[in-house]
């Protein structure tokens, strides 16, 4: 199935944007989608590395706005400073600059010594490097929303009414990719797209649970299913779909947005823990 290359991860800022991103979608995703309506448009005709939800999530990731809402909500200096080292220890940035002395600086409000001057520095460079930043933490957000296809299924279904809406646009800028029908055109699984969905889901129907690694059994098949089908305006964007064996896939149908939350966690809790 090729080889994953190991990757650093800010999977704590990645959670928090995840999770924030969460929180608001089912009140302003249209908004976004509007908003982002080129940069949308240009991932759903075909698989590509940025997607949809990380177009979503861009709108939530600001490193420098964070920045300066904590100076202005009266944040220490050194609680900020110690935000900015966390997040470009996070993002495995590491500028090699002077670090203030907080803790053996006996000036309260650091007018009179040096750790105004150093901790500006540090600032200096996060907002240089904001682009990054974000798209490093971003990328980290994707991987918690990318395991969670019971939002994936939301999220394509709020995407679908943006594309019927704009099947129109979608078309004169990239009609190559239309059916006379007005649907998004069936596109081919990139290797890295199979991939990803055939790792994501663990070698396993989505649907019925069979095992599709081979390792065991060969009888199924391996099939990439779109959650939000073409036929009810669903995309080719990359974050669209899923492991189904052949039987489920056929079964599923051009309209049905079937998926599943199961999962194999990394242990099983006693039965006990969830009596109520």
């Known amino acids: 199935m090729g080889k994953l290359i190991d990757e650093h991860l800010a999977l704590s800022s990645g959670i928090s944007l995840a999770g924030f991103a969460l929180i608001h979608f089912y009140d302003c995703s249209e908004t976004v989608f509007e908003g982002f309506e080129d940069e949308i448009i240009d991932t759903i005709v075909k698989p590509d590395k940025i997607s949809a939800v990380h177009v979503y999530l861009?709108?939530?990731?600001?490193?420098?706005?964070?920045?300066?809402?904590?100076?202005?909500?009266?944040?220490?200096?050194?609680?900020?400073?110690?935000?900015?080292?966390?997040?470009?220890?996070?993002?495995?940035?590491?500028p090699g600059l002077p670090t203030p002395d907080f803790h053996s600086c006996e000036d309260e409000w650091h007018e009179e010594c040096d750790c105004s001057e150093k901790f500006d520095k540090w600032e200096a460079y996060v907002h240089r490097n904001a682009a990054e930043i974000d798209k490093r933490i971003i990328h980290s957000a994707f991987q918690v929303i990318f395991l969670d296809k019971n939002f994936l299924r939301d999220f394509h279904l709020k995407l679908s009414k943006f594309i019927k809406s704009n099947i129109s646009d979608i078309q004169k800028k990239h009609p190559d990719f239309v059916t006379a029908k007005g649907r998004i055109k069936r596109y081919r699984f990139p290797k890295w797209l199979t991939n990803a969905v055939f790792y994501r889901d663990k070698g396993t129907c989505t649907i019925?649970?069979?095992?599709?690694?081979?390792?065991?059994?060969?009888?199924?098949?391996?099939?990439?299913?779109?959650?939000?089908?073409?036929?009810?305006?669903?995309?080719?964007?990359?974050?669209?779909?899923?492991?189904?064996c052949e039987s489920c896939n056929t079964s599923k149908g051009a309209r049905a947005t079937t998926t599943s939350s199961m999962n194999v966690p990394f242990w099983n809790l006693p039965k006990s823990y969830f009596d109520i």
């Open 208 to 244: 019925c649970r069979c095992d599709l690694s081979n390792l065991m059994r060969s009888q199924n098949t391996v099939h990439i299913d779109h959650i939000v089908p073409l036929d009810v305006f669903g995309s080719n964007d990359s974050s669209n779909f899923q492991l189904l």
């Open 58 to 94: 861009s709108h939530f990731q600001d490193v420098s706005e964070e920045i300066y809402q904590l100076r202005g909500a009266g944040q220490t200096l050194e609680n900020s400073f110690d935000f900015i080292v966390r997040t470009l220890k996070e993002v495995n940035l590491h």
